[in-house]
């Protein structure tokens, strides 16, 4: 069993910063991928970045030269660095990750989500 729980959402004044973390726990052998999307009021959710192990880095237009994803592979946790932020970046932040176990088995695991809300 795995499981990835994020933390750091809450209430952020545009042009504020916010960081996110999400934390891969269970009979982990490797982290192949790890992603954030995002889901706005009233729209379908979103990838906002991603993170492959051989380092490829990917980031939507709209959060590019804004956010930044990071990963400690030592902690299997991935960081969402949040900065300029603005109201359309508003909504439920999902953690994603691509996970083997110990026993060979391939899992795509989701957190909870957590709210993130900017103020204007």
């Known amino acids: 069993q795995v499981q990835l729980v994020e933390s750091g959402g809450g209430l952020v004044q545009a042009g504020g910063s916010l960081r996110l973390s999400c934390v891969a726990s269970?009979?982990?052998?490797?982290?192949?991928?790890m992603r954030w999307h995002r889901q706005a009021p009233g729209k379908e959710r979103e990838l906002v970045a991603s993170?492959?192990?051989?380092?490829?880095?990917y980031y939507a237009d709209s959060v590019k030269d804004r956010f930044t994803i990071s990963i400690d592979r030592a902690k299997k946790t991935a960081y969402l660095q949040m900065n300029n932020v603005n109201a359309e970046d508003t909504g439920v932040y999902y953690c994603?990750?691509?996970?083997?176990?110990?026993?060979?088995?391939?899992?795509?695991?989701w957190g909870q989500g957590t709210q993130v809300t900017v103020s204007s």
């Open positions: 994603n990750a691509d996970l083997h176990d110990w026993n060979g088995r391939i899992w795509d695991s």
């Open positions: 269970g009979n982990i052998a490797s982290v192949n991928a």
């Open positions: 993170w492959l192990s051989d380092e490829r880095l």
